[in-house]
């Protein structure tokens, strides 16, 4: 552990064992330098307390990515919160309310919305013991509710803007889009891409949507999709999932998702270079959800204020297309680079 904290960067790591549960209760704290640290809440099991806790580190790190980037007032954080294989409803119950009474105990330290294995009504069971620190909550007066469709927005923002780069214009008919995960993000992005006429493809872990198919979207089988020619393959589900291998099958030009932390290591991104696979850093296109719904329950956004920001990830991604060009280093790289300033100037402004 000790290891991983020196190489995260992160400012502290709030770690609490659920005794009633057998549940390991991780936030994140990685920067407050632009702001409150804020991030989703993960909750699944993990093979290991190391996984859970590797993951808690590097998701709030792209949280703090994210934010930079989109020049959001907000720092990262991120709260991943392991649990045993089976939870009863009752248990599970009491695992949120003690988690949320964690949340509250901060302060403010941690501000929190939803993540994968987090619904509706358990934001909302937190948000009775953390009422002023959890966002999308049901119901609420001025809540915006559910974060999945900015977050779509911003994808195809971002989409758009990868087509822009290839071949001068962002018309998206019956160009072939791939969607890894028909979830709260993938659904709400295969919607739109197909409204946009785009021919698209997509695979998912459950069975396919009826909705998405009679639309015209095309489900090809979870192993068969990495091979699939595409233009644009869109990354949608759990991270982790460009390595060695899954690289050496992609037959696309771009990769342009909203899953976290999509590249296994930076030997990755070197693979996807070689292949002449332009990749758009996934803390760069999937901001959108974070930031609108922030944005709407902090500041009041307008649905014009809304639309603005999510333009803005497309013309920041295509700032990145152009800058990593300019000086021949990847597109992470040149994401970081923006990152780094913004965090540098907040610190000079201090
Ligand atoms: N799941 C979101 C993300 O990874 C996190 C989030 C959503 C945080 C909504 C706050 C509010 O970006």
């Given at each position: 552990?000790?290891?991983?904290?020196?190489?995260?960067?992160?400012?502290?790591?709030?770690?609490c064992?659920?005794?009633?549960?057998?549940?390991?209760?991780?936030?994140?704290?990685?920067s407050?330098?632009?702001?409150p640290?804020?991030?989703?809440t993960?909750?699944?099991?993990?093979?290991?307390?190391?996984?859970?806790?590797?993951d808690?580190?590097?998701l709030?790190?792209s949280?703090?990515?994210?934010?930079?980037?989109?020049?959001?007032?907000?720092?990262g954080?991120?709260?991943?919160?392991?649990?045993p294989?089976?939870?009863?409803?009752?248990?599970?119950?009491?695992?949120?309310?003690?988690?949320?009474?964690?949340?509250?105990?901060l302060?403010?330290?941690?501000?929190?919305?939803?993540?994968?294995?987090?619904?509706?009504?358990?934001?909302?069971?937190?948000?009775?013991?953390?009422?002023?620190y959890?966002?999308?909550?049901?119901?609420?007066?001025?809540?915006?509710?559910?974060s999945?469709?900015?977050?779509?927005?911003?994808?195809?923002?971002?989409?758009?803007?990868?087509?822009?780069?290839?071949?001068?214009?962002?018309?998206?008919e019956?160009?072939?889009?791939?969607?890894q995960?028909?979830?709260?993000?993938?659904?709400?992005?295969?919607?739109?891409?197909?409204?946009?006429?785009?021919?698209v493809?997509f695979?998912?872990?459950k069975?396919p949507?009826?909705?998405?198919?009679?639309?015209?979207?095309?489900?090809?089988?979870?192993?068969?999709?990495?091979?699939?020619?595409?233009?644009?393959?869109?990354?949608?589900?759990?991270?982790?999932?460009?390595?060695?291998?899954?690289?050496?099958?992609?037959?696309?030009?771009?990769?342009?998702?909203?899953?976290?932390?999509q590249?296994?290591?930076?030997?990755?991104?070197?693979?996807?270079?070689?292949?002449?696979?332009l990749?758009?850093?996934?803390?760069?296109?999937?901001?959108?959800?974070?930031?609108?719904?922030?944005?709407?329950?902090?500041?009041?956004?307008?649905?014009?204020?809304?639309?603005?920001e999510?333009e803005?990830?497309?013309?920041?991604?295509?700032?990145?297309?152009?800058?990593?060009?300019?000086?021949?280093?990847?597109?992470?790289?040149?994401a970081?680079?923006?990152?780094?300033?913004?965090?540098?100037?907040?610190?000079?402004d201090?």
């Amino acid at each position: 552990m000790q290891v991983y904290l020196k190489d995260w960067g992160g400012e502290q790591l709030i770690s609490c064992f659920d005794q009633p549960t057998g549940s390991l209760i991780l936030i994140g704290i990685h920067s407050s330098i632009l702001g409150p640290a804020t991030g989703g809440t993960r909750m699944m099991s993990y093979a290991s307390d190391d996984l859970a806790i590797s993951d808690c580190l590097r998701l709030s790190k792209s949280m703090t990515y994210k934010f930079a980037l989109a020049d959001f007032p907000r720092g990262g954080g991120k709260a991943v919160i392991s649990i045993p294989a089976s939870l009863s409803d009752k248990d599970r119950k009491g695992l949120l309310k003690r988690y949320g009474q964690l949340v509250n105990k901060l302060n403010g330290l941690f501000y929190t919305g939803p993540d994968i294995g987090i619904s509706q009504d358990d934001l909302e069971e937190i948000g009775k013991y953390a009422p002023n620190y959890v966002f999308c909550k049901t119901n609420n007066q001025g809540q915006a509710n559910h974060s999945g469709e900015a977050t779509a927005l911003g994808v195809l923002s971002a989409i758009k803007s990868t087509i822009w780069h290839l071949y001068s214009n962002d018309e998206l008919e019956n160009k072939v889009i791939l969607v890894q995960g028909a979830g709260s993000v993938g659904h709400a992005l295969i919607l739109l891409l197909l409204e946009e006429k785009a021919s698209v493809l997509f695979t998912d872990i459950k069975p396919p949507s009826k909705i998405l198919i009679d639309k015209g979207a095309q489900f090809v089988a979870p192993e068969e999709i990495f091979k699939q020619e595409c233009i644009v393959f869109s990354p949608c589900a759990q991270g982790g999932i460009l390595d060695n291998e899954t690289i050496k099958q992609l037959n696309c030009k771009a990769v342009v998702g909203a899953a976290n932390n999509q590249l296994v290591n930076d030997e990755a991104l070197e693979l996807l270079r070689e292949k002449d696979i332009l990749y758009a850093p996934d803390f760069a296109v999937n901001i959108g959800g974070a930031m609108v719904v922030t944005g709407i329950e902090t500041f009041n956004w307008s649905n014009e204020k809304v639309s603005a920001e999510i333009e803005k990830i497309g013309s920041t991604l295509e700032l990145i297309y152009d800058s990593a060009e300019e000086k021949n280093i990847s597109t992470v790289d040149a994401a970081l680079e923006i990152v780094r300033n913004r965090l540098q100037q907040k610190v000079y402004d201090l």
